[in-house]
């Protein structure tokens, strides 16, 4: 399968000579060329590879980096920072903040290929397959169109909602405490009041339920699972 390789990068003769030089060596490629639109892409795209340029438009790069990679979503997408910032505390500050790899502007394409072949090949070899779909009795998710069905219905789902039913269904009858949803769908990003969780609980619940049978268990004073047994009152 073709590669998709993120161009972040508001210079745009950069951006140029990065997507045809991408593209002429077999990669797909999507550019982004502000800082505020870059994780919206990247949660709808899920591209292989993230070139990001250090100095973008209302986003730094580095901010971005750190956000990436506090998004349980998102957080393995190998990232290469691209930036004129060439001091040795630069580039630990940028490897710090979660990049992969580090190029200095002007960069030399070959070297920078050469780069993403390697990173492209340590994420194959080190992550597991992607599962695409996933079930729990009559409850089918498809992590790839973000779609959910009980049978042959459509459930609609919030993305938070989604993350949520993605994280039980992917791991049945395993019960997980509020901090740990907490952890594994909002990240350590961003602060989010404990009782939150049981508001989307309380959606998911209610988008399911529209077509059939309560999967969504609470252990009181534990957390939440997916179960087939009944599932207690909140």
Excluded at 19 to 24: A, D, H, S, V
Excluded at 163 to 191: H, M, T
Excluded at 197 to 215: M, P, S
Aim: glycine share 4%; hydrophobic share 40%.
């Amino acid at each position: 399968m073709m590669a998709t390789i993120m161009i972040v990068e508001d210079e745009q003769a950069i951006a140029l000579l990065l997507k045809y030089n991408l593209e002429k060596n077999g990669y797909e490629t999507i550019t982004v060329s502000h800082g505020n639109r870059v994780v919206a892409a990247v949660e709808k795209y899920l591209p292989s590879l993230i070139l990001l340029d250090w100095m973008l438009p209302e986003m730094s790069g580095l901010e971005l980096c750190k956000i990436i990679r506090n998004n349980p979503e998102l957080k393995n997408i190998p990232i290469i920072m691209l930036t004129a910032k060439s001091q040795e505390e630069d580039k630990v500050i940028g490897l710090s903040a979660g990049a992969d790899d580090y190029v200095t502007k002007p960069f030399s394409v070959p070297e920078l290929l050469a780069r993403i072949k390697t990173n492209l090949r340590r994420v194959s070899t080190t992550s597991q397959p992607v599962k695409k779909e996933y079930t729990f009795k009559d409850i089918r998710l498809d992590a790839v169109e973000k779609k959910v069905f009980r049978g042959e219905n459509y459930v609609r789902l919030g993305p938070t909602e989604f993350r949520i039913l993605k994280l039980l269904i992917a791991n049945p009858r395993q019960v997980f405490s509020r901090e740990d949803l907490l952890k594994e769908v909002w990240g350590n990003s961003v602060y989010v009041e404990m009782r939150t969780v049981d508001v989307h609980i309380r959606r998911l619940r209610k988008a399911l339920n529209e077509f059939g049978a309560d999967y969504i268990r609470t252990i009181r004073a534990t957390g939440y699972s997916i179960d087939d047994h009944e599932a207690e009152a909140e």
